[in-house]
């Protein structure tokens, strides 16, 4: 599991990374970067794996391809990361006060642009559930003996 969640984070950092370029080159973005960035980016990659091998491991293929590109859907369509939650219906909104889509924004938009009244704690809070579910059933997943 760590190896998986280690490669997993070290193929996806030089996206990360060449995409925040691209950003702020393109959008002539004026970050101020808190030292919490790259916490805040590594729990948000690693919430991601967790829950995605969680996923993997308890799903035969053809389900969990199923339910990944759902989550992409999901995720960029009908989730506050691309406009303010306010937009959303309010059955929605509730829902995504549960799921971790707004809290990854959030973490990594409040790391890179720190607002004046700091860095909210309760995105971390949510983040580090998900991930602990996901490392949770994961480990019990492969652990089990049938």
Same mark, same amino acid.
């Given at each position: 599991?760590?190896?998986? @969640?280690?490669?997993?984070?070290?193929?996806?950092?030089?996206?990360?990374?060449?995409?925040?370029?691209? *950003?702020?080159? /393109?959008?002539?973005?004026?970050?101020? @970067?808190?030292?919490?960035?790259?916490? $805040? +980016?590594?729990?948000?990659?690693?919430?991601?794996?967790?829950?995605?091998?969680?996923?993997?491991?308890?799903?035969?293929?053809?389900?969990?391809? +199923?339910?990944?590109?759902?989550?992409?859907?999901?995720?960029? +369509?009908?989730?506050?990361?691309?406009?303010?939650?306010?937009?959303?219906?309010?059955?929605?909104?509730?829902?995504?006060? @549960?799921?971790?889509?707004?809290?990854?924004?959030? *973490?990594? /938009?409040?790391?890179?642009?720190?607002?004046?009244?700091?860095?909210?704690?309760?995105?971390? $809070?949510?983040? $580090?559930?998900?991930?602990?579910?996901?490392?949770?059933?994961?480990? /019990?997943? +492969?652990?089990? /003996?049938?």
């Amino acid at each position: 599991l760590v190896s998986d @969640v280690t490669t997993w984070l070290i193929v996806g950092t030089p996206g990360l990374i060449l995409g925040l370029v691209v *950003a702020v080159l /393109r959008f002539d973005l004026n970050l101020r @970067v808190s030292w919490m960035a790259v916490p $805040a +980016m590594s729990l948000v990659a690693l919430t991601t794996t967790t829950v995605g091998l969680a996923i993997a491991y308890a799903a035969t293929p053809p389900v969990t391809n +199923m339910v990944t590109q759902l989550i992409v859907f999901i995720a960029l +369509m009908f989730s506050p990361i691309n406009f303010p939650a306010d937009r959303l219906p309010e059955w929605l909104q509730t829902i995504h006060q @549960v799921l971790p889509f707004q809290y990854m924004a959030q *973490a990594v /938009r409040e790391t890179l642009t720190t607002p004046l009244d700091g860095i909210a704690a309760p995105p971390f $809070a949510v983040l $580090a559930a998900w991930c602990t579910a996901g490392l949770v059933i994961t480990l /019990r997943i +492969m652990t089990r /003996r049938d």
